[in-house]
């Protein structure tokens, strides 16, 4: 790049980096209390808009003038909603599960009085000698935020928050140097793919830059489809100018001009805070042509898709960019030398690129420095199922699964016993306690039965059943599978057929073996990745949950007490207080009556096995039970 | 019937004629129309088809293809069950089923009276909220069937409320 | 263009530079089973998963309709490997058949009877559960009849009438499981651009697409 332009780079992006940083400091220094509520889809899911509604009408009954500002999601989902509080004279505190009640009290008592309300404290962003602060936290051990870092912290709508905090300060540096050293740069920092399979990004990236061609394209994979992973989410809705830095960056060091970012149609939110960064980043010229005065030209477009679970495999999602059913082609030729129009193609998924940025600014080494020898550094889960602190959590690469789910996760609610966890949603697999120790990177996981994915993590207590985990996501598969391939399409309709007559008691042991069979051609004879990693749940569970599915067969009883066919609701009379009607008022079907003596009976032939009535009888009693198998209910007299 | 056909055509084509007669924009050509008529009438498929000069079975090809896209008019209220693997392992099949016993239809039909259609997805992201119905864009958390009866309550008083308004 | 030897079930071929293993075999009197590849088409659709072969030097059987000749190259079209792959294939393929050869029009010249008996598979296969979808039979065109129940979904039909008439009254739609070839809106065909050529007829390697008796 000519020296005249780099000097426009640095003097430009001086100038905008210096208003931004003083539009952030005068909103935490400025002497006024700031609300921070974080409004991301989890937010709103428990309440987030009421919340930030309640804190408006407050703050204008009491008359005080006082921003309140939407941020994105911290990863502590299982406290939403989260309000945090930046007051002059304390330090910034957090209070999780607030409601309009509460969100009313900390505005009277905490800004207009001075008492922060220690009752509803999450904690506090920074070390101080008032709150417990999050780096107090057992799990803060364990944890390395790195692409995490910005997300419940800066307002995603606001461009000036994320320049202020260190932001396209990469890309201004990326700039000065040629492109064959970035690509160097990310080929030596050893960072891989987040999409699933781990495969080295700066290869792909100089497979990309040396591929023959014009115009090569850049695609960011926000198709984030694994049932259960949410990260993608979160940083396109909590930090979504990360992304396109990276892309950016990735743009400049491949020689492409154009970048699509691709969002899944599932995500509303996202796709609109992405659309609003976009037109920030022009605005300031960081995007669109001669980029801050250089000779770099880039512009991006968001596509969004369109809910197809294979558009996350990258020629369906460049099919379904060019207009067609999102139907994967036979690689190769793959998309980094005949990808979008026959075009070289670079795909990355969103936090692969959101890495880029960290990458420029310290430098490769910094990079290798986390994580292990062949997976550098953190990985992004998104803990879900029976697990205490579900939400989002990055830690270095290496960790083991058990400082995951049990320490940053605080294991299992209810004093329930850890039964498995599953990582890698369709594609990936059920690992055991007996893997627990297992350090997570790409190659251990994949070692052990199961796969990174996109890093789904679902814990599963000894109330879910391993047949009916496994039939969910062959159901899954089988839905979202676009049918192009016979193994695919018809494989795994076959398999599918054989877990639900399995989970209905009415499966055969030979089965089992034909499964293997079966599900070990699908793995070597599909199209696509779908289909090639589609059994993975099917294998892993009869790899280490054999046991489960010979009761189903072998007894007709699902050790679980999940599935459905195979057990039954029973009220013991012996339990069941005459004066109570909970059951009978709640059941959803009138399947419950009382008898004479006024005990409840279910009648088998309604009940529709909700659970409504075992919810709904009351503790002190515990009069409902559920059996396996359903023969276990005792014939009425 | 031709009046409403004759409606369609035009309410597709003031739409594409935003559009660039590309092949590419197909995709986001449907997110508009559905957007504005809520599902694929099969004149407006036409339409679109004629546009891009593209045969009308490639129209068609992508609509069945994407979750998304409808060939049946929508109901008033949009239920959306997730059944993503939080949400499954937590009752959303449960919840699925109530939806089906209440509204009496089965997964991506539309009640008879318009009011609402029921759908599943994947999964919205909400995990930790599970299991999830989304009600017209709302995510509702941890949906049971008692929750089911009470939402589907709070819509028959809205709608008893505004009819009482309106008289 | 460069000419490239190889082998192929133990006897030497020759094959032009970049062609696919798959008519390599063919043009040199080797059947490899095959069902959605076409000549004309500049890429294999690699669907139907039958014309599986093993190549010296590659951990798993390969899509000889996919992979490149190359000079040297081994190639065995019946290790056990390639064969339990297109016999699971062709398998999976009966199974959501209706595969009721007595009263089928196409009884003798249908590929898959040819396949079943190239791969040694009985045409009532056991192993797997018979998943049939019965959908309507099409009889609306005076020339032909379509029945999607015995369509293997090769889309040759498709290719016909799009890429070499210009037509484009066929496609694929529908998802997964469900997809089929069709007309727009599942129309009867009679009822379609149809100009009742009968090429895609000419194309059906089974008893999907079959004249009317005159």
Redesign the interface.
């Known amino acids: 790049m000519k020296a005249a332009g780099l000097q426009s780079v640095v003097s430009t992006f001086r100038e905008i980096k210096s208003r931004a940083e003083s539009q952030w400091w005068e909103l935490r220094d400025g002497g006024k209390p700031v609300v921070l509520v974080g409004t991301a889809?989890?937010g709103?899911?428990?309440g987030a808009l009421e919340v930030v509604q309640a804190i408006r009408d407050e703050l204008k009954k009491q008359k005080l003038d006082c921003p309140v500002i939407e941020v994105g999601c911290m990863g502590h989902?299982?406290a939403?909603p989260i309000v945090t509080i930046i007051k002059p004279g304390y330090p910034p505190i957090c209070y999780g599960h607030v409601n309009p009640v509460i969100a009313e009290r900390l505005i009277r008592e905490f800004i207009l009085g001075d008492d922060p309300c220690l009752e509803f404290v999450l904690g506090a962003l920074e070390e101080n000698d008032l709150v417990p602060s999050f780096s107090d936290f057992p799990r803060a051990k364990f944890e390395k935020k790195v692409i995490l870092k910005n997300c419940g912290y800066i307002d995603p709508q606001q461009i000036e928050h994320y320049i202020a905090n260190g932001g396209y300060s990469a890309l201004v540096k990326a700039l000065q140097m040629p492109p064959e050293k970035i690509i160097d740069e990310v080929k030596r920092s050893g960072l891989r793919g987040r999409g699933g399979a781990g495969f080295p990004a700066g290869e792909k990236w100089e497979i990309c830059r040396n591929a023959s061609g014009k115009p090569k394209y850049l695609i960011c994979n926000g198709d984030?489809?694994?049932?259960?992973?949410?990260m993608d989410?979160?940083i396109l809705e909590s930090d979504p100018h990360s992304v396109l830095e990276g892309m950016l960056i990735a743009g400049y060091a491949i020689g492409a001009p154009f970048g699509y970012l691709y969002v899944r149609?599932?995500?509303?939110l996202a796709v609109r805070r992405a659309q609003l960064a976009l037109r920030q980043a022009r605005k300031l010229n960081l995007l669109g042509r001669n980029i801050l005065g250089s000779d770099f030209s880039f512009d991006i477009k968001l596509?969004?898709?369109?809910?197809?679970?294979v558009c996350g495999e990258e020629t369906a999602l460049i099919a379904?960019?060019?207009?067609?059913?999102?139907?994967p082609?036979?690689r190769p030729p793959y998309p980094a030398t005949n990808g979008l129009y026959g075009k070289p193609t670079l795909i990355n998924n969103v936090k692969t690129l959101s890495f880029i940025r960290h990458i420029i600014q310290n430098g490769a080494e910094w990079f290798v420095s986390i994580g292990t020898e062949r997976s550098k550094g953190t990985a992004v889960f998104?803990l879900?199922?029976?697990v205490v602190n579900?939400?989002l959590t990055e830690v270095p690469m290496g960790t083991t699964l058990r400082q995951v789910i049990f320490d940053v996760g605080s294991g299992i609610p209810g004093g329930k016993r850890f039964k498995a966890v599953?990582i890698g949603?369709p594609s990936g697999g059920c690992l055991p306690e007996s893997a627990l120790d297992l350090p997570i990177d790409f190659d251990s996981l994949a070692d052990a039965g199961a796969m990174m994915g996109s890093g789904?993590m679902?814990v599963?207590d000894e109330d879910?059943c391993m047949v009916e985990?496994a039939r969910?996501?062959l159901d899954?598969t089988?839905?979202?599978?676009?049918?192009?391939?016979?193994?695919c399409?018809?494989?795994t309709?076959?398999m599918l057929?054989?877990l639900d007559e399995i989970t209905k008691g009415k499966g055969k042991i030979k089965d089992l073996d034909?499964l293997v069979?079966?599900a070990e051609?699908i793995k070597?004879?599909?199209?696509c990745g779908l289909g090639k990693t589609a059994p993975n749940p099917v294998l892993s569970t009869l790899r280490f949950f054999r046991d489960e599915y010979e009761a189903h067969i072998k007894e007709g009883r699902c050790p679980a007490l999940m599935c459905r066919e195979l057990i039954a609701y029973y009220i013991i009379p012996e339990k069941c207080e005459r004066s109570c009607d909970a059951c009978v008022g709640?059941c959803?079907?009138e399947a419950i009556s009382a008898n004479k003596k006024r005990v409840k009976v279910i009648d088998q032939e309604k009940c529709?096995k909700?659970?409504?009535c075992l919810?709904?009888c009351p503790p002190q009693y515990n009069a409902v039970v559920k059996l396996s198998p359903p023969s276990q209910v005792p014939a009425s007299k | 019937m031709i009046e409403e056909q004759a409606k369609v055509k035009q309410q597709t084509r003031r739409i594409l004629n935003r559009f660039g007669r590309k092949r590419e924009n197909l995709i986001p050509i449907l997110q508009k129309v559905q957007g504005k008529l809520g599902y694929f009438p099969r004149e407006a498929m036409l339409e679109i088809a004629e546009f891009l000069d593209m045969p009308e079975i490639d129209v068609y090809s992508v609509v069945t293809f994407y979750n998304q896209f409808r060939l049946i008019p929508p109901g008033k209220h949009s239920v959306r069950v997730c059944l993503g693997t939080a949400c499954h392992m937590k009752g959303g099949y449960i919840a699925l089923d109530a939806w089906k016993r209440r509204l009496d239809i089965d997964r991506g039909q539309t009640t008879l009276d318009r009011e609402f259609d029921l759908e599943t997805v994947a999964c919205v992201g909400c995990c930790v909220m599970a299991p999830v119905t989304v009600v017209d864009d709302k995510p509702q958390a941890k949906v049971e069937p008692t929750k089911v009866d009470g939402i589907l309550l709070s819509f028959k008083l809205e709608k008893e409320r505004q009819g009482e308004e309106s008289r | 263009m460069k000419t490239i030897s190889l082998t192929i079930d133990g006897k030497k071929v020759t094959a032009s530079e970049g062609e696919k293993v798959l008519w390599a075999a063919l043009d040199n009197g080797i059947y490899i089973p095959n069902l959605c590849a076409l000549r004309d088409a500049s890429e294999s659709p690699a669907a139907c998963c039958l014309c599986f072969v093993e190549v010296e030097g590659k951990s798993q059987p390969v899509t000889a309709c996919t992979e490149r000749v190359e000079q040297g190259m081994v190639v065995n079209t019946r290790s056990p490997g390639a064969l339990r792959l297109a016999r699971t294939a062709l398998e999976l393929l009966l199974a959501s058949n209706v595969v009721d050869c007595a009263h089928c029009p196409a009884n003798g010249s249908c590929e898959l009877q040819k396949i079943a008996h190239h791969l040694g598979v009985k045409l009532k296969t056991r192993r797997f559960r018979k998943l049939l979808r019965e959908l309507p039979v099409d009889s609306s065109s005076p020339v032909f009849i379509y029945d999607p129940n015995k369509c293997v979904l090769c889309g040759r039909c498709v290719w016909v009438c799009r890429e070499r008439l210009g037509i484009g009254v066929l496609g694929f739609a529908h998802r997964g499981f469900e997809r089929l070839v069709t007309t727009f809106a599942d129309e009867p065909i009679a009822e379609s651009r149809c100009r009742e050529c009968g090429e895609c007829v000419v194309a059906c390697p089974t008893g999907a697409l079959t004249f009317k008796e005159q």
């Open positions: 889809t989890c709103r899911a428990a989902c299982y939403e984030e489809g694994d049932p259960g992973a949410f989410r979160a149609a599932e995500y509303p596509f969004q898709g369109s809910g197809a679970f379904s960019l060019e207009g067609k059913p999102g139907i082609h036979y998104a879900a199922g029976k579900t939400g599953q949603g789904g679902i599963l879910d985990i969910y996501f899954f089988q839905r979202e599978s676009c049918g192009k391939c016979t193994f399409r018809l494989g309709k076959q057929e054989v034909m069979e079966l051609d070597a004879g599909s199209l709640t959803t079907v529709v909700c659970g409504t919810t709904s």
